[in-house]
């Protein structure tokens, strides 16, 4: 439990141990910098709907005989986190006088202590204006810019700070200068002239599950809000996604036409792979200077129209569902200003000081313009959009609208229509900005990293590292979009099981005449439905708060009830890896001994509560096990030909020597048995039951239809 102790310097304490100390707050207005000065405290006890709680006012102003500057930080205490606000006033006497502001970026900064006996750490920070990726330096003052995210670990317990983007303001992160200041907490509105500061601007928690720690604290601090926005707990998978894609990018890249789509949808079709959504990428539309002329495609790539291009998929070539590319702006430099586009819909368009006319920043009326084309695309069989250049938001309008609210406004008008027309299936992508990801009320899927690069020879490494460690705090708000891969590659097996582990939508983007089906079974049923885990991939508790240089990198994900763990080599150099796998790499999982069967090396094993296993990765190599805890006699380790292949078990028990394994289908499917099995049936007939030099029996059941009842009779 966090105590607040301000008997000689003020610091959050948990038990003995000082967690955030210091306290210094500056403010940044647009005629300069001024520190400002601790003037008294008041205490108070309350209750909300988040529970009791006890609340520290730290009031702060400027030397000046008559302050200009006045802020008071609240510290308010509940029994498992501590939350922060602050409220900032710049008081004028003479309103007719030169006003005084707060500047846009850093307004206010508090200055906070290094926490004491750091261990270990992982920070998420915007490297770009699109994406996040990791830093793990236990040293604070290197922290970098725009941090979202700040987990550290102790000999006692792990803590998460996490910086708050409420309506107005936003909070970052940042490494300070000394160990009494090593920790910046700057609050930026990205617009001048604002005089007032009101914001939640982070929450800290403690306790042993860091997963659970990033859930709750975004669960937490969205309820404090009290938007719309939900987390991904409450959030509903879209179906379309359930299902396996293919995507035009790579394929094409701007050079996407009907000819090129339609020849790959043939081609797809007669290998027999059962792709059930086709996402026309960039290059469709019609553009003018980066700029939107039209709804419709392209004249001269898709001269028939949109249209035309959507029913061929769907009725020559059994694609379900068409979905499309736009960005948040219309097109990557907003909507043409001299295009009949811009004339009909005026009303709904916005023109920023520096000339570009995008969808109004308010989301009635933007929600006009989004309306009007999802309405259009509806109308020529799209069923969904992807939606880019998400972070340009605050590009546009930092001069026009404090960042919370322009971001609220886009992502609401555009929630609104895609809700209205596509049953909220929206893929968010180029938006792991602070503002995007709390800012948008219902839609669940959203890009987790950088592009997928097929053409670099080490790119897996970083899209790896990013999806690992960004799922981490991106995973409680969204599940991870991990991007579309290639299945004729360098690092295609890579690839396509850091698909399988990540808990989200599997496509590719393979050239005509590049698809290899065999990389995708795997990965899919015969209906096409995806192979999902239960939840948001995460790096393993032993590599949580470390760089995964020296040693494998090691996802988990849970699936039936069995542990799922994937392991990668992304450090520097050629030389291999060494690692271990356990139980103790789910949290969560079933307690006592568990089999653990090795995907690639095809073995099984059991493992007891506390022991390990040892593996060493090459280079370009990956490991995939699966821990299912023993539950008898029999205990199914599922379809081996398939990466997960606890999922396919839908039931399973032992009744007076008998054990009835549900599978949803046919496969390879696999068993250990303390005894050798007397006879097997399968859907009520004899079948042969082979046991394999893995240390385990399988059964063939891949020619049956349709969901499998299996039948393990031991004398």
């Given at each position: 439990?966090?105590?607040?102790?301000?008997?000689?310097?003020?610091?959050?304490?948990?038990?003995?141990?000082?967690?955030?100390?210091?306290?210094?707050?500056?403010?940044?207005?647009?005629?300069?910098?001024?520190?400002?000065?601790?003037?008294?405290?008041?205490?108070?006890?309350?209750?909300?709907?988040?529970?009791?709680?006890?609340?520290?006012?730290?009031?702060?102003?400027?030397?000046?005989?008559?302050?200009?500057?006045?802020?008071?930080?609240?510290?308010?205490?509940?029994?498992?986190?501590?939350?922060?606000?602050?409220?900032?006033?710049?008081?004028?006497?003479?309103?007719?006088?030169?006003?005084?502001?707060?500047?846009?970026?850093?307004?206010?900064?508090?200055?906070?202590?290094?926490?004491?006996?750091?261990?270990?750490?992982?920070?998420?920070?915007?490297?770009?204006?699109?994406?996040?990726?990791?830093?793990?330096?236990?040293?604070?003052?290197?922290?970098?810019?725009?941090?979202?995210?700040?987990?550290?670990?102790?000999?006692?317990?792990?803590?998460?700070?996490?910086?708050?983007?409420?309506?107005?303001?936003?909070?970052?992160?940042?490494?300070?200068?000394?160990?009494?200041?090593?920790?910046?907490?700057?609050?930026?509105?990205?617009?001048?002239?604002?005089?007032?500061?009101?914001?939640?601007?982070?929450?800290?928690?403690?306790?042993?599950?860091?997963?659970?720690?990033?859930?709750?604290?975004?669960?937490?601090?969205?309820?404090?809000?009290?938007?719309?926005?939900?987390?991904?707990?409450?959030?509903?998978?879209?179906?379309?996604?359930?299902?396996?894609?293919?995507?035009?990018?790579?394929?094409?890249?701007?050079?996407?036409?009907?000819?090129?789509?339609?020849?790959?949808?043939?081609?797809?079709?007669?290998?027999?792979?059962?792709?059930?959504?086709?996402?026309?990428?960039?290059?469709?539309?019609?553009?003018?200077?980066?700029?939107?002329?039209?709804?419709?495609?392209?004249?001269?790539?898709?001269?028939?129209?949109?249209?035309?291009?959507?029913?061929?998929?769907?009725?020559?070539?059994?694609?379900n569902r068409v979905g499309v590319w736009h960005t948040i702006a219309g097109y990557?430099?907003?909507?043409?200003?001299?295009?009949?586009?811009?004339?009909?819909?005026?009303?709904?368009?916005?023109?920023?000081?520096?000339?570009?006319?995008?969808?109004?920043?308010?989301?009635?009326?933007?929600?006009?313009?989004?309306?009007?084309?999802?309405?259009?695309?509806?109308?020529?069989?799209?069923?969904?959009?992807?939606?880019?250049?998400?972070?340009?938001?605050?590009?546009?309008?930092?001069?026009?609208?404090?960042?919370?609210?322009?971001?609220?406004?886009?992502?609401?008008?555009?929630?609104?229509?895609?809700?209205?027309?596509?049953?909220?299936?929206?893929?968010?992508?180029?938006?792991?900005?602070?503002?995007?990801?709390?800012?948008?009320?219902?839609?669940?899927?959203?890009?987790?990293?950088?592009?997928?690069?097929?053409?670099?020879?080490?790119?897996?490494?970083?899209?790896?590292?990013?999806?690992?460690?960004?799922?981490?705090?991106?995973?409680?708000?969204?599940?991870?979009?991990?991007?579309?891969?290639?299945?004729?590659?360098?690092?295609?097996?890579?690839?396509?099981?850091?698909?399988?582990?990540?808990?989200?939508?599997?496509?590719?983007?393979?050239?005509?005449?590049?698809?290899?089906?065999?990389?995708?079974?795997?990965?899919?049923?015969?209906?096409?439905?995806?192979?999902?885990?239960?939840?948001?991939?995460?790096?393993?508790?032993?590599?949580?708060?470390?760089?995964?240089?020296?040693?494998?990198?090691?996802?988990?994900?849970?699936?039936?009830?069995?542990?799922?763990?994937?392991?990668?080599?992304?450090?520097?150099?050629?030389?291999?890896?060494?690692?271990?796998?356990?139980?103790?790499?789910?949290p969560g999982l079933a307690a006592g001994p568990a089999l653990?069967?090795?995907?690639?090396?095809?073995?099984?094993?059991?493992?007891?509560?506390?022991?390990?296993?040892?593996?060493?990765?090459?280079?370009?190599?990956?490991?995939?096990?699966?821990?299912?805890?023993?539950?008898?006699?029999?205990?199914?380790?599922?379809?081996?030909?398939?990466?997960?292949?606890?999922?396919?078990?839908?039931?399973?028990?032992?009744?007076?020597?008998?054990?009835?394994?549900?599978?949803?289908?046919?496969?390879?499917?696999?068993?250990?048995?303390?005894?050798?099995?007397?006879?097997?049936?399968?859907?009520?007939?004899?079948?042969?039951?082979?046991?394999?030099?893995?240390?385990?029996?399988?059964?063939?059941?891949?020619?049956?239809?349709?969901?499998?009842?299996?039948?393990?009779?031991?004398?």
């Amino acid at each position: 439990m966090f105590i607040y102790n301000d008997s000689s310097s003020p610091a959050i304490f948990d038990g003995e141990r000082a967690v955030l100390s210091g306290f210094n707050l500056t403010a940044a207005l647009d005629s300069g910098e001024k520190r400002l000065d601790f003037i008294s405290l008041e205490q108070r006890q309350d209750a909300d709907g988040l529970g009791d709680y006890r609340e520290y006012a730290r009031l702060y102003q400027d030397r000046a005989e008559q302050p200009e500057v006045v802020v008071k930080l609240k510290l308010r205490f509940y029994s498992r986190f501590v939350l922060a606000f602050v409220e900032g006033e710049i008081i004028s006497e003479n309103d007719f006088g030169n006003h005084r502001a707060f500047a846009p970026d850093n307004g206010i900064t508090l200055k906070l202590g290094k926490p004491e006996r750091i261990e270990g750490l992982l920070a998420n920070y915007q490297h770009k204006d699109w994406w996040t990726r990791p830093h793990f330096d236990t040293d604070l003052k290197t922290l970098p810019s725009r941090t979202l995210s700040l987990l550290w670990r102790t000999d006692a317990a792990y803590y998460h700070l996490l910086p708050v983007c409420g309506p107005q303001y936003r909070t970052d992160l940042e490494g300070g200068k000394s160990d009494e200041e090593a920790l910046s907490v700057r609050i930026s509105s990205h617009q001048g002239g604002l005089t007032r500061c009101d914001t939640l601007a982070f929450i800290i928690s403690s306790g042993d599950d860091p997963y659970e720690l990033a859930e709750n604290n975004t669960e937490t601090a969205l309820r404090q809000l009290g938007y719309p926005v939900l987390p991904r707990r409450r959030k509903a998978y879209p179906e379309t996604l359930d299902y396996l894609g293919w995507c035009s990018w790579d394929a094409f890249y701007h050079q996407v036409d009907e000819e090129g789509l339609l020849a790959k949808a043939s081609e797809l079709h007669q290998s027999g792979l059962p792709v059930k959504w086709v996402m026309i990428d960039d290059g469709w539309s019609e553009i003018v200077d980066r700029q939107l002329q039209a709804f419709d495609a392209d004249p001269v790539k898709f001269p028939q129209g949109l249209a035309n291009t959507v029913t061929a998929l769907k009725e020559r070539y059994g694609i379900n569902r068409v979905g499309v590319w736009h960005t948040i702006a219309g097109y990557w430099n907003g909507i043409h200003p001299e295009s009949k586009l811009a004339a009909e819909y005026a009303d709904y368009l916005f023109t920023t000081n520096r000339g570009n006319v995008i969808p109004y920043p308010d989301a009635a009326k933007g929600f006009g313009f989004w309306h009007a084309w999802h309405g259009y695309l509806k109308r020529q069989g799209v069923d969904f959009v992807k939606v880019d250049s998400q972070s340009a938001v605050n590009n546009f309008l930092r001069h026009h609208r404090p960042v919370g609210a322009s971001a609220a406004a886009a992502h609401t008008a555009l929630e609104a229509s895609v809700s209205l027309h596509f049953d909220n299936t929206i893929i968010n992508c180029m938006g792991m900005s602070s503002e995007n990801i709390w800012h948008r009320p219902v839609s669940a899927v959203s890009r987790n990293s950088d592009d997928f690069v097929p053409q670099e020879r080490n790119g897996f490494k970083e899209h790896a590292l990013q999806n690992a460690y960004n799922s981490y705090f991106h995973g409680p708000f969204y599940w991870g979009d991990w991007d579309m891969f290639w299945t004729k590659n360098h690092d295609d097996v890579q690839n396509a099981v850091l698909r399988a582990i990540s808990g989200g939508p599997v496509y590719f983007s393979d050239a005509l005449g590049k698809t290899d089906p065999a990389k995708l079974w795997p990965l899919i049923y015969k209906d096409g439905r995806v192979i999902r885990c239960d939840r948001t991939a995460n790096p393993t508790p032993d590599c949580l708060t470390a760089p995964p240089a020296a040693a494998p990198l090691k996802l988990w994900n849970t699936s039936a009830g069995a542990g799922i763990v994937a392991a990668f080599h992304i450090g520097e150099g050629t030389a291999a890896v060494k690692g271990t796998v356990s139980a103790a790499d789910v949290p969560g999982l079933a307690a006592g001994p568990a089999l653990l069967y090795d995907f690639f090396g095809r073995t099984v094993r059991t493992l007891q509560a506390e022991e390990k296993a040892e593996f060493e990765l090459q280079e370009e190599q990956c490991k995939l096990y699966v821990l299912i805890p023993v539950t008898g006699g029999v205990t199914p380790i599922g379809l081996t030909d398939k990466y997960i292949t606890s999922h396919a078990v839908r039931e399973h028990r032992t009744t007076d020597g008998t054990t009835v394994v549900k599978l949803i289908e046919g496969g390879a499917f696999a068993f250990v048995s303390e005894r050798k099995p007397s006879f097997v049936r399968v859907n009520g007939a004899l079948a042969l039951c082979e046991e394999k030099a893995g240390g385990f029996y399988e059964i063939d059941c891949g020619a049956i239809a349709g969901e499998i009842t299996i039948e393990i009779v031991q004398a």
